[in-house]
């Protein structure tokens, strides 16, 4: 889901979570950092996704950041990213 995100020429980095829903349980929100100067809505970004993934794996979300949290090897730190993007 991350590979195809990053194909959007808006983006330069994005991980995925998974967030609390009230009727699935769990449902995907896309974090995501843009390219100096580029604009895009989450509208935009989600329906990029249409037809480049299965449709119930598009997120049901989208949130901005700056920057994301990683490893000293460039692995996404998840957890991090859940306590600082996955208030419902």
Same mark, same amino acid.
């Given at each position: 889901?991350?590979?195809? #995100?990053? +194909? *959007?020429?808006?983006?330069?980095?994005?991980?995925? &979570?998974?967030?609390?829903? =009230?009727?699935? %349980?769990?449902?995907?929100?896309?974090?995501?950092?843009?390219?100096?100067?580029? !604009?895009?809505? +989450?509208? +935009? #970004? !989600? %329906?990029?996704?249409?037809?480049? &993934?299965?449709?119930?794996? &598009?997120?049901?979300?989208? $949130?901005?950041? %700056?920057?994301?949290?990683?490893?000293? =090897?460039?692995? &996404?730190?998840?957890? $991090?990213?859940?306590?600082? *993007?996955?208030? %419902?």
């Amino acid at each position: 889901m991350e590979n195809a #995100l990053r +194909e *959007h020429p808006a983006v330069a980095d994005c991980g995925v &979570i998974g967030v609390p829903d =009230t009727r699935w %349980g769990e449902v995907g929100r896309a974090v995501v950092v843009l390219r100096p100067g580029a !604009l895009v809505s +989450e509208a +935009e #970004l !989600l %329906g990029f996704l249409d037809g480049k &993934i299965a449709r119930f794996k &598009i997120p049901k979300s989208v $949130r901005f950041a %700056g920057s994301l949290p990683r490893t000293g =090897t460039g692995k &996404i730190l998840k957890k $991090r990213l859940r306590e600082t *993007h996955g208030d %419902g």
